[in-house]
T-cell receptor
Framework: NAGVTQTPKFQVLKTGQSMTLQCAQD?????MSWYRQDPGMGLRLIHYSVGAGITDQGEVPNGYNVSRSTTEDFPLRLLSAAPSQTSVYFC????????????FGSGTRLTVV | AQSVTQPDIHITVSEGASLELRCNYSYGATPYLFWYVQSPGQGLQLLLK??????LVQGIKGFEAEFKRSQSSFNLRKPSVHWSDAAEYFCAVGALAAGNKLTFGGGTRVLVKP
C-alpha cells in the first residue's frame, strides 16, 4: 500500500545511546519532514527536506541529524539520547506542489530512560 | 514567525450535537490553513485546507471550516457528530515558500458522549 512507513513503532533507549528512526515513502514525494509530538504542544518540526541531498532545520533540531540520499528515505538519527527526547515521532511527505497536504506515517513512540 | 492557538484543550459533545473547534493564527502574509485529525495511535489525516477563494471550506467526514481574516481565525465545524469523530484535532498554518513547513496548534481532544 502506498504511504509513509515508519520503523520501529516502539523503542526504549538508555540515556546516551544512539539510534536511527527509519522513514520511507513510495509516492515519489519531493518533500519529507520529521515532527515530534508532545502533550499539549502539538507537533513541532525537527528537520525537513525538499529533495534528495537537501535538508534543513526546523523548530527543534538540536540532538537530531538527518540525511536524504534517496527520494524514498529520510532517516532521523538521535546522536546521544536524552530523557527530553521521549516523544512520539512522525514522518510526513508531500509533493512539492502539495501545498501542505502531507501524508503522515503512524509514528514511533520513543522512551528514553 | 507564524503561530497557531487552539484555546480548547478538551471538548465533550453528545452524539448528534453540533461541534465547533476554535483556531486562531498569527502569520505575516496570506495564510495557508489546515485542519488535521488524529485517531488514537494513528498518524494525522488531512480534513480540509484553505488557500484562497471561498472562505467556507468543505472537507471530508462532513467537516467544514470558515476563514475569517479580520479575526485571524479558522474554526472547524460539524453539524452532527458521530461517535467515530472522537479524536484529537490539530489546526496548522503553512509556510509554503519554505518547504511546505507546517506550524501546528496544541490540539483539541474531542470526546463524544452516547
Amino acid at each position: 500500500n502506498a504511504g509513509v512507513t515508519q520503523t520501529p513503532k516502539f523503542q526504549v533507549l538508555k540515556t546516551g545511546q544512539s539510534m536511527t528512526l527509519q522513514c520511507a515513502q513510495d509516492m515519489n514525494h519531493e518533500y519529507m519532514s520529521w515532527y515530534r509530538q508532545d502533550p499539549g504542544m502539538g507537533l513541532r518540526l525537527i528537520h525537513y527536506s525538499v529533495g534528495a541531498g537537501i535538508t534543513d532545520q526546523g523548530e527543534v533540531p538540536n540532538g537530531y541529524n538527518v540525511s536524504r540520499s534517496t527520494t524514498e528515505d529520510f532517516p532521523l538519527r538521535l546522536l546521544s539520547a536524552a530523557p527530553s527526547q521521549t516523544s512520539v515521532y512522525f514522518c510526513a511527505s508531500s509533493y512539492s506542489s502539495g501545498q501542505g497536504s502531507y501524508t503522515f506515517g503512524s509514528g514511533t513512540r520513543l522512551t528514553v530512560v | 514567525a507564524q503561530s497557531v492557538t487552539q484555546p480548547d484543550i478538551h471538548i465533550t459533545v453528545s452524539e448528534g450535537a453540533s461541534l465547533e473547534l476554535r483556531c486562531n493564527y498569527s502569520y505575516g502574509a496570506t495564510p495557508y490553513l489546515f485542519w488535521y485529525v488524529q485517531s488514537p495511535g494513528q498518524g494525522l489525516q488531512l480534513l480540509l485546507k484553505y488557500f484562497s477563494g471561498d472562505t467556507l471550506v468543505q472537507g471530508i467526514k462532513g467537516f467544514e471550516a470558515e476563514f475569517k481574516r479580520s479575526q485571524s481565525s479558522f474554526n472547524l465545524r460539524k453539524p452532527s457528530v458521530h461517535w467515530s469523530d472522537a479524536a484529537e484535532y490539530f489546526c496548522a498554518v503553512g509556510a509554503l515558500a519554505a518547504g511546505n513547513k507546517l506550524t501546528f496548534g496544541g490540539g483539541t481532544r474531542v470526546l463524544v458522549k452516547p
